[in-house]
């Protein structure tokens, strides 16, 4: 796959921290309930900790208490991709950063949170930036 921002190993190594790395390089994730973004109620637009793009609004942002930030819906449907992902034995859906291919986490859907899109995007808080309104 080809992204925007293409950068060697050794560049993406430079630029994260190891954890970084593991989770966006790596798709690793990141210990539930550990994450800086878990429980933040600021308002403001999340973006890729790797690239800086725009992911996910805090308006659509919700209290689904899996351990992890839960959104219902991307910022905008161009600035994730969604992959098939049969690791572990079971068939999920990755998101991935659509501008630098960052692991972001993991969709699922008809969980009955009763959000607009029935979806949840459980995304690691290790991924993402927050930009607080008004900065």
């Given amino acids: 796959m080809s992204y925007e921002i293409e ?10 921290s190891p954890e970084e790395y593991h989770v966006l390089r790596e798709a690793g994730t990141e210990r539930p309930f550990t994450g800086e973004y878990t429980d933040t ?3 403001g637009v999340y973006g890729c900790r790797a690239c800086g793009a725009e992911l996910f609004s805090s308006e659509t942002k ?12 991307a910022r905008n449907s161009d600035a994730v991709e969604l ?13 991935r950063c659509k ?10 859907e008809g969980e009955g949170y009763g959000t607009p899109t029935d ?4 995304i690691n808080s290790i991924s993402l930036t927050l930009k607080p309104a008004g900065d």
């Fill in 41 to 43: 109620k600021t308002v």
């Fill in 119 to 122: 979806l949840r995007y459980c």
């Fill in 62 to 73: 919700f209290d689904s208490h899996c351990g992890w930030p839960s959104f219902y819906d």
């Fill in 7 to 16: 950068k060697t190993e050794a560049e993406w190594r430079a630029q994260l």
């Fill in 99 to 108: 501008r630098c291919g960052g692991h972001l986490g993991h969709v699922f």
């Fill in 83 to 95: 992959l098939e992902d049969n690791s572990l034995g079971m068939r999920r859906v990755e998101v």
